[in-house]
Structures are given as structure tokens and as C-alpha cells.
């Protein structure tokens, strides 16, 4: 009987075939599951309105946790001119399918790992291994937008700024806002789960990059709920950066952080600026981890130019898939993985156009199943 029920979403673009490279690993890994593959992406927005339709959620519900590829997003008027002809002009607005996941099963933590496997040649240091904590529901990612502003909207800017005038001479459709919301809730979470793998893992810093200085209602919630926190975890010193900084920091000096954590836009940002101290997007996976479900995908995104081509790489994905068999119990075997990427790696004898080889998505793939 198979253990798990895993909702496959390829996605656009790369996606698929990354998928396909992770699973190949996963197989030869001796990992049983059934995969069900669901609708999601940019073509089910062009033909249907709906790039996530509720199909596809009655399969996640369905399931044990998801493995998914990437999407392509782009901008609103984009997206409403390559809707299809006859459903334009009927009230369908793009939305991101990941974004919508995360807050409808309140996928709280996206975990990202930045690690710099030894032989890399794009590692900008050796002895980088931090994992980037990033709130996954809230912050200036919660979807809370206006534009043009309404006047109730309006009515607040011009009482908050009157001293300034900063907005009040300018008509509500020369203003867009999207709202940054951290909630104490939202905090604990994101900031439980970074201590909480501190401790587990023997990690022995914290930080928390945030802007209390400037943003001091929000950052300064967030670094509120830190310091309260942090006294229960007396083996883990935590210190704060702004977040400006911390991105200096990071550069300068990654080999010393150990545990990031951020709000959502933040976390963002840092994650993929770690992601290019050990290697690029080629070795950067996410979990998108809830109390109940769990979503795990590369953050590169769809490429669309490198589509078919059997170029990408596909480490990110399949150190996504390892990420899975964590969250799954699947300890033994996640080891494996993580041991056969990290020795394909640094023998250099496979190497995709992004580590300055010519190997396929294909080969990688192989050479890293070969080990298993």
C-alpha cells in the first residue's frame, strides 16, 4: 500500500520538467507515493479565469503535501490582455496561485536553506549554511491594495500627513497603497518556527531582520514578539539588524549567520540574495509550511525561455523534494538525497550551464539518482 498521497502541480514553463528530475531522484531513492497532478498556472488563466481553479484545491485537500514546480505571474493589465476573448470584461483579476495557497491553507513558514555545497564554483564563500526564515501570510504580500484610493482611504492620509501635506494635494488617482499588516499571531509563528529549529538542530544564533527604526508600528510588533520569545530559548542568542544592513552583512560575512528571520517581503528579498551566495537559483528551494499541509517548490520561477530546452537546473527541486520528506517523517531518506547532490556536486564530473558545465536537466538528474 503507498505511504503517501502527494499532489503533483508542474505548473509553466521549467516546471515540469524539473518535477520530472525530481521525481526521477525520489524513485531511485526507494520513496513509494502516488502522485495525482493538478491544474495550476498561466494557461488555466488564459482559458479559464483562474489560475488555481477549485479543482485543483479539492485536490490539495485531498492530499498529504504538494510538490510544485513554478508559475508564471505577470502584471494585471499583462494578464487581462492575454485572457481569452470571451471572458474578458467579466470581472476576472490575475492573482499569484502560490500567494493564494499560502493563505488559504495558512502556510505560514517558507523556509528557505542556503547552503554551499563543497566543489560549487559558484559559491562566493565556502562554509555558508543558513536557513532564511520568511512569514508567508502577511506583511506587504497580504493582498490589501487600492488603487485609485478610496476616499475613506484618502480621508485618513490627508489626517495622518496634515502636518506635512505629503498627500494632500494629490488626487486620489495619483496615489496607489498596499498595506503592510503583521499580526502577533503572524509573528509568533514565523518567529516559533526559526527558534524552534535553532534548538532542534543546535543552531545557536537567531536574527531577526526587520526596520523598527522606520517602520515602527509593524517592524516594531515583530521585534516586540523577538525579544518576549527569545527568553524561552536560552541556548539561542538572538540579535536584530535592519534589514538594509543585514543584506550588507550577508554579503560581507554569510559564513556567520546561522538562522534568519524576516517578514514577508523581507524574507523575500534576503532569501534570494542568500540563494546567490551558494550558486544562484539552480540551488535554491522553499517549504511552505503549515499546521496542516505543506507546499515545497524551487523559487527560480518558470524561466520560460529555457522551457523544453532540458537546460535548467534542477538541484532546487530536488532539494525541495528532500525538504518533503522531512516535513513527511522520511528522515533516512532525505539524508540520501542530500548526501548524493552534495557528491555529484563536488566530484564536478556532472555540471548544468548554470555551474559552467554543459549537463542536461536530464543528466543531473540521473547522475544524482546514479548515487542513490
Same mark, same amino acid.
Given at each position: 500500500m ?13 516546471g ?9 531522484v525520489l ?8 502522485y495525482i497532478?493538478g ?8 482559458t479559464?479565469?483562474n489560475?488555481l ?8 485537500r485531498s ?8 508559475i508564471?505571474?505577470k ?6 490582455i492575454e ?11 490575475y492573482?499569484?496561485?502560490i ?5 488559504m ?5 517558507n523556509m528557505?536553506?542556503?547552503?554551499a555545497?563543497?566543489g560549487n ?6 562554509g ?6 520568511r512569514?508567508?501570510?502577511e ?9 485609485p ?7 485618513v ?8 501635506g ?6 486620489r488617482?495619483?496615489?496607489?497603497v498596499?498595506?503592510?499588516?503583521i ?12 527558534f ?12 531577526l ?7 515602527r508600528?509593524?517592524?516594531g510588533?515583530m521585534?516586540?514578539?523577538? %525579544? $518576549? +520569545?527569545a ?6 542568542? !538572538?540579535?536584530? /539588524?535592519n ?5 550588507m ?6 559564513e556567520?549567520y ?17 540563494a ?9 528551494s522553499a517549504?511552505?509550511?503549515g ?9 527560480h520561477?518558470?524561466a520560460?525561455?529555457?522551457a523544453?530546452k532540458?537546460t ?12 518533503m ?6 528522515i533516512?531518506?532525505?539524508k ?5 547532490v ?6 564536478g564530473?556532472v555540471?548544468? %550551464? $548554470? +555551474?559552467g558545465?554543459?549537463s542536461s536537466?536530464?543528466? !543531473?538528474?540521473? /547522475?544524482?539518482?546514479?548515487?542513490l
Open positions: 503507498v505511504k503517501h498521497r502527494i499532489a503533483e502541480l508542474p505548473g509553466d514553463g521549467v515540469p520538467e524539473v518535477i520530472d528530475a525530481a521525481k526521477m524513485d531511485s531513492a526507494g520513496f513509494e507515493a502516488e497532478q491544474d495550476i498556472g498561466w494557461e488555466f488563466w488564459k479559464e479565469g489560475p481553479p477549485e479543482r485543483t484545491l479539492e485536490l490539495l492530499t498529504d503535501c504538494s510538490l510544485f514546480g513554478a508564471t505571474s502584471p494585471k493589465d499583462e494578464a487581462a485572457l481569452d476573448p470571451d471572458l474578458r470584461d467579466k470581472g476576472f483579476v492573482f499569484s496561485p500567494v493564494a495557497m499560502r493563505q491553507f495558512q502556510l505560514h513558514t528557505r536553506p542556503c547552503i555545497y563543497d564554483p559558484l559559491n562566493i564563500k565556502e555558508i549554511d543558513l536557513v532564511v526564515f512569514e508567508n501570510t506583511g506587504l504580500y497580504a493582498g490589501v491594495e487600492w488603487y484610493v478610496p476616499d475613506e482611504v484618502k480621508e492620509f490627508d489626517r495622518h500627513h496634515r502636518k506635512w505629503t498627500f494632500n494635494e494629490l488626487p488617482e495619483d496615489i496607489a498596499s498595506l503592510r499588516v499580526t502577533r499571531k503572524g509573528a509568533e509563528r514565523i518567529l516559533r518556527s526559526g524552534e529549529y535553532a534548538k532542534k538542530f543546535n543552531r545557536t544564533r537567531l536574527t531582520a526587520e526596520k523598527p527604526n522606520v517602520l508600528e509593524t517592524s510588533l521585534t516586540r514578539v523577538a %525579544r $518576549d +520569545m527568553t524561552g530559548y536560552p541556548n539561542v542568542a !538572538m540579535d536584530e /539588524a534589514v538594509d544592513a543585514m543584506a552583512w550577508l554579503v560581507k560575512d554569510p556567520k546561522q538562522v534568519i528571520v524576516a517578514s514577508n517581503l523581507f524574507g523575500d528579498i534576503l532569501s534570494d540574495l542568500g546567490g551566495l551558494v550558486g544562484g537559483l539552480g540551488f535554491a517549504a511552505n509550511i499546521d496542516d499541509y505543506a507546499v515545497f517548490e524551487p523559487t520561477g518558470s520560460p525561455k529555457y523544453g532540458n535548467i537546473n534542477p538541484i532546487a527541486m530536488i532539494l525541495a523534494s528532500k525538504m520528506l522531512d516535513w513527511l517523517g522520511e533516512e531518506t532525505a540520501r538525497i542530500e548526501k548524493a552534495s557528491k555529484v556536486v563536488k566530484e564530473k555540471r548544468t %550551464r $548554470d +555551474m558545465g554543459s536537466t536530464t543528466e !543531473m538528474a540521473k /547522475a544524482i539518482a546514479s548515487e
